[in-house]
């Protein structure tokens, strides 16, 4: 009798857990998902190497949170429209189109360059605290009165594009470490450069929960990693030989910081 019931209870064991593989197998094959990719450079992977031909000046790298995602997850289709310098009204002009009542995941990276983030970073550089701090508040300014509407621009013109689509809108890296002993810029600079990115990035969760999307925060995935800080450096410091990479993730900082983040917020 112990016999048979050790046998029935294997032979019920072995049921269950074919039922669990069976009902396992899907969610390991490849998500229908039809993935467009938006954004500036943060999105494009600026500062991330191993850039695509095919992307130009726009620099759309193989190891930008995108691709690391279509990489990973293979979505049923992929595109990066993402591209280097790209504000929210060049999103509108020559992105959204890229989109369609078939897109089924969105993501997008915009607003920075809105409010001059490249041109407050060389202010901050080449001149001292004084203007430094006027060039950050005078984005501030800028960013309360104008970067709500030219988000929600952005936003209403996705759900028109793409009405079945989940939308993620990713945000900014805070670039420093405070507290720390740090070679450059003063601390006052530094302090000031970290209250204007964490102002962007509050707009952007603001008009993005407004519209229904959900909003990708990568600040605390930075922590530790950031210019000044002890750990290893997931945001290249001012680069005098390519200015162009200066402030933003390296490849390190797409796959450790935007990518995983990213990730969550998609599935």
């Known amino acids: ?41 943060y999105a494009s992977g600026v500062g991330a190497g191993s850039y695509t031909s095919e992307s130009g000046s726009c620099q759309r790298s193989t190891n930008a949170y995108p691709a690391l995602y279509a990489a990973n997850v293979k979505p049923a289709s992929y595109r990066s429209v993402a591209c280097s310098g790209a504000t929210t009204t060049s999103v509108i002009n020559t992105q959204l189109s890229a989109l369609s009542s078939t897109t089924t995941l969105v993501s997008v990276t915009v607003g920075g ?17 004084t203007e430094c701090v006027a060039a950050v508040q005078a984005a501030e300014d800028k960013a309360r009165a104008q970067l709500p509407g030219l988000l929600r621009n952005v936003y209403n013109g996705i759900k028109t594009r793409a009405p079945n689509a989940r939308v993620v809108v990713v945000g900014y890296p805070v670039f420093y470490q405070l507290g720390t002993v740090c070679v450059g810029l003063s601390a006052t600079s530094r302090a000031k450069i970290n209250e204007g990115i964490n102002l962007v990035d509050d707009i952007t969760r603001s008009a993005a929960t407004s519209a229904g999307f959900t909003f990708a925060d990568v600040r605390s995935a930075f922590v530790g990693h950031q210019l000044c800080s002890y750990g290893e450096k997931w945001l290249h410091a001012l680069n005098y030989v390519n200015l162009g990479v ?13 990518y995983p983040v990213f990730r969550n917020a998609a599935d």
Request: glycine share 12%; proline share 4%.
């Open 113 to 129: 360059n809105d409010v001059g983030f490249a041109n407050i970073m060389t202010t901050c550089v080449l001149k001292g605290t």
């Open 1 to 41: 009798m112990r016999r048979t019931r050790f046998v029935t209870l294997a032979l019920s064991l072995a049921t269950a857990l074919g039922a669990s593989f069976a009902l396992a197998g899907p969610a390991q094959a490849a998500p229908a998902d039809r993935y467009v990719a938006l954004g500036d450079s």
């Open 246 to 258: 200066s402030y933003h993730p390296t490849a390190a900082g797409q796959s450790g910081g935007y």
